[in-house]
């Protein structure tokens, strides 16, 4: 498995901007998908977005699409979340999670986003 660090989350006001990031430990991250979660109060967990290895493949939420962009770097170990246009329906826990499969069995702590109207 391998460990993830999330940072980057904070309080913004609606249509502002924040930069999620997760870094992580482990030799073969490159291998790993990976991909953001995120847990409003209340609410379940959902999927937000995820990227390949590679970084050539990506899917969002539609509740996401065009506003929020994920990318990687696999040198620096770290996969990132742009999130833009930024709605109170966004404030959650934002998390990132990694899997070589179909279950993501690596999850970080965390980084609370909160979106102020």
């Known amino acids: 498995q391998v460990q993830l660090v999330e940072s980057g989350g904070g309080l913004v006001q609606a249509g502002g901007s924040l930069r999620l990031s997760c870094a992580a430990s482990?030799?073969?991250?490159?291998?790993?998908?990976m991909a953001w979660f995120r847990q409003a109060p209340g609410k379940e967990r959902e999927f937000v977005a995820r990227i390949s290895w590679s970084g050539i493949s990506t899917y969002y939420a539609d509740s996401v699409k065009g506003r929020f962009t994920i990318s990687r770097d696999n040198a620096k170990k770290t996969v990132y979340l742009q999130m833009n246009s930024l709605q109170p329906e966004d404030t959650a826990v934002y998390y990132c999670?990694?899997?070589?499969?179909?279950?993501?069995?690596?999850w970080g702590q965390g980084t609370q986003v909160t979106v102020s109207s």
């Open positions: 482990g030799r073969t991250f490159s291998s790993y998908t």
């Open positions: 999670a990694a899997t070589v499969s179909s279950t993501y069995n690596s």
